[in-house]
């Protein structure tokens, strides 16, 4: 395995940095805008199959990083709300278009509960999306509710679902690579599912 590859291999990553690591990858990938690469699905669905052999705490891991998850789409909000005027005060270039921010306005305006919410399943995407709900100026109160229900449904399913399969398959870890692969190819889906939605 590459250097890269074994950077980002969950269980190198866990076995590396522990519960404190896993933390502060969640909160990293969550909102911090150079936190897209690291692998969130993959890495909490690790920490609960370890947790289930009695190598990690799953009690600190669900609500640690419940707590991560929800702090870094917060900074990420913010990062996106003081950037926001910044940005409409540029002028239109090859990169940089206002109708595309005024569209973002109006698209968290209709469909900003809904995109919070299953942002937090789609790798990348979860990254970007409460950078985005800041800079459309996104009400804060219904960003946070989104943000709680979003947290706690990834974080306590992904980490539940690693932990119930290690206690519910003998030998479990043999089959831990093939798992991982495909979450991360099922985590993929919805984006891909829309990408074709919209060529269409």
């Known amino acids: 395995m590459s250097p890269l590859l074994s950077f980002l291999d969950p269980l190198t990553i866990i076995k590396t940095v522990g519960l404190v690591g896993v933390v502060l990858i969640i ?7 150079f936190g897209f690469f690291l692998p969130g699905d993959s890495l909490l669905f690790t920490a ?9 705490s799953i009690w600190w ?17 913010y990062f996106g709300k003081k950037t926001g005027p910044i940005i409409f005060s540029k002028e239109d ?9 005024e569209r973002a306005q109006i698209f968290y305006e209709r469909h900003g509960k809904k995109t919070i919410l299953l942002a937090r ?16 100026n996104m ?5 946070f509710k989104s943000n709680l229900m979003g947290g706690f449904a990834w974080t306590w399913g992904v980490l539940g ?27 993929f889906i919805p984006a891909i599912v829309e990408l074709m939605r919209q060529r269409k």
């Open 161 to 187: 679902a690693g932990y119930l399969l290690g206690n519910a398959i003998p030998n479990a870890e043999h089959y831990l690579t093939p798992i991982i692969l495909l979450i991360i190819f099922i985590s």
């Open 61 to 77: 891991l669900l609500i640690l990083c419940f707590i991560a998850a929800i702090l870094g789409d917060n900074v990420g909000y």
């Open 27 to 33: 909160f990293a990938e969550s909102g911090l805008f």
């Open 93 to 101: 270039s090859l990169f940089f278009k206002k109708k595309h921010i």
């Open 48 to 56: 609960g199959f370890l947790a289930s052999q009695n190598l990690i």
């Open 121 to 136: 399943f789609i790798p990348i995407i979860r990254t970007f999306v409460p950078i985005v709900a800041g800079i459309a």
């Open 139 to 143: 009400e804060y109160k219904t960003f």
